[in-house]
C-alpha cells in the first residue's frame, strides 16, 4: 500500500506581465501591482500539475498551497482548489509587503514548520522576479534535500523518485 502524502505547492499571484500599458511601473522604477491584474504564477501551476499527479498516484493523499501576499491573493487557493487541490494557506500582513527572498523565505518555512507537510513543490521562479531562491532558501531553512528541474515523478513502495533534467 502506498503511504499517503500531505503535499504543499509553495505558489504566488503575480501581476499579469502579458499586456503592459504606460502605468505598469512606477516612478520608481518598480511593478505597478495596482494597474496590472493579478494571476497564478505559471511557474507555479507547473508545480501544482506536479502535486495532483502524485496526489494521483498515492490513495488519500491531499494537497494544499501556501501563498504569502495580499488578502486577494486567496484567489489563487480558490483557483487550485477548482483545479484538484483540497484547500491551502494565506500568509498576510502588512508587514510582507515588499519582502524580498529571504524574507518570504523565513516567513513561508515558519509556516512549513507547522504545517508539517510530506512533500513541498514549488515552482522554478515566480515571474515578477525571477530570481528562482525561495524555494531553494526554504529548502536550506528546513534542513530538507532538493530537486530542481525536475522532468519525471514516480511513487512506489512508499517512495517518491524524481528525475532532473539533465543539462547538456
Excluded at 488578502?71 to 487557493?77: G, T, Y
Excluded at 477548482?82 to 509587503?97: I, M, P, Q, S, V
Aim: glycine content about 6%; some cysteine; overall charge neutral.
Amino acid at each position: 500500500m502506498k503511504k499517503q502524502l500531505k503535499i504543499v505547492v509553495l505558489a504566488k499571484q503575480v501581476p499579469d506581465t502579458r499586456n503592459v500599458g504606460k502605468d505598469a511601473m512606477t516612478p520608481e522604477g518598480t511593478v505597478n501591482r495596482a494597474a496590472l491584474p493579478a494571476i497564478f504564477n505559471p511557474e507555479d501551476l507547473n508545480a501544482l500539475e506536479a502535486a495532483l499527479f502524485l496526489k494521483d498516484e498515492t490513495e488519500g493523499s491531499t494537497v494544499h498551497i501556501l501563498t504569502m501576499g495580499p488578502p486577494r491573493a486567496a484567489d489563487i487557493i480558490r483557483d487550485a482548489i477548482f483545479r484538484g487541490a483540497d484547500g491551502g494557506y494565506l500568509l498576510t500582513d502588512r508587514k510582507f509587503a515588499g519582502s524580498d527572498t529571504l524574507a518570504t523565505s523565513y516567513a513561508l518555512s515558519c509556516a512549513l514548520r507547522k504545517i508539517q507537510p510530506d512533500v513541498i513543490v514549488a515552482g522554478r521562479q515566480a515571474i515578477d522576479g525571477d530570481t528562482a531562491q525561495v524555494g531553494p532558501q526554504i529548502a536550506e531553512k528546513l534542513h530538507l534535500p532538493q530537486v530542481s528541474y525536475v522532468a519525471e515523478i514516480a511513487v512506489e513502495n512508499k517512495a517518491v523518485t524524481v528525475k532532473r533534467l539533465r543539462s547538456e
